[in-house]
Structure formats: C-alpha cells, structure tokens
C-alpha cells in the first residue's frame, strides 16, 4: 500500500506542478492568475489555486509516507489489493468502458438506462423491479430536464428519431 499511495501522491504532486507552470510560467501557455476588480477572477485564477491547493494536499500525503517508508522501507505486507476487491473494479469498469464506446450509437439515454439497470441488478443485487424502474426514471427525468426545460440537446443515437415525436 505505501508504494501506491506514494506514486499517486507523486504523480498528483507532479501533475499539479505543471499545471502551475503552464499557467503561470510558461510563455506561450500563461494566463492571468489575478482578480481583477469589478469582473472577478481573470483566466487562469481558477486552474492556478486549484492546482496550488491540489499540490499543497498532494504533499500533505506524501511527505509523511516518503518519511515512514524512509524509516521503515517500503517491504509490503498484504497485496494493494484483494481478488475480490479487483473484481468488484472490474464489474463497474467494464461496462462503464463499454459505454462509453457505444454512447455514438446507443445515445446517453438509452445507454444510461442500461447501465443503470445493469449496474443496480449486478452490482447492488436489487430486484429487476427496482433496476428497471430507476434507469427508466433517470432517463425520463434527464431527458425532461435537459431537452425540455433546458433545450439543450443531449446524445441520441439510433432511438433519436423515436424521441424527437415528443420534441
């Protein structure tokens, strides 16, 4: 566990810092960091102390693990993690990955219903009731609110020519 928990922390600290350089200290990339009066924060105030304060918690993680691991050394005692623990990863992963690749042709309402319904029979081991209903309900609901409320357009796929009746 130390030696993952030290590279994330590495890798977020190191992240952060070049966040910091690109938009505050290169040239080509720097943006203003300030707060200018009567607007608000120019534009790259928001990506500048938000990578400042990621770095700052970056090292509140690091330094103390890089010193007990300097102390102790790094021999690991149990594995990052458990078979089951991989599975269970593994059993959202996947199918979040598959939809992503289908989102073009399946649209984000159709392929955020079965997701849902997969994720909540597969994985939370509910009833086929309640799996259906909630992805149904979530897709109804995002549908109303972002192509009626809102009128903003979402991903349709195939079923767009069905939905745009109720346009």
């Known amino acids: ?6 590279f994330m922390a590495s890798f977020w600290a190191a992240l952060s810092a070049a966040i910091i350089l690109e938009v505050h200290y290169i040239p080509y990339t720097k943006q203003p960091i300030g707060w200018e009066k009567g607007l608000g924060p120019q534009a790259g105030w928001f990506p500048f102390w938000l990578a400042v304060i990621m770095l700052i918690c970056s090292l509140i993680v690091l330094i103390p693990k890089v010193i007990r691991a300097i102390k102790d050394g790094l021999a690991e005692e149990k594995a990052f993690i458990s078979v089951e623990g ?4 593994m059993r959202a992963l996947i199918p979040m990955i598959v939809y992503v690749v289908t989102l073009p042709w399946l649209g984000f309402y159709l392929g955020s219903t079965l997701y849902l319904i997969y994720y909540i029979r597969a994985v939370g081991k509910h009833s ?3 799996s259906l209903l909630t ?5 109804v609901s995002v549908f109303l609110i972002f192509e009626k409320a809102l009128k903003l357009t979402l991903a349709k796929g195939f079923i767009e020519p069905i939905l745009n009746q109720f346009l």
């Open 1 to 6: 566990m130390k030696k993952a928990e030290i």
């Open 86 to 89: 991989f599975q269970a990863i």
């Open 128 to 130: 086929w009731t309640l």
């Open 135 to 139: 992805g149904s309900i979530f897709s």
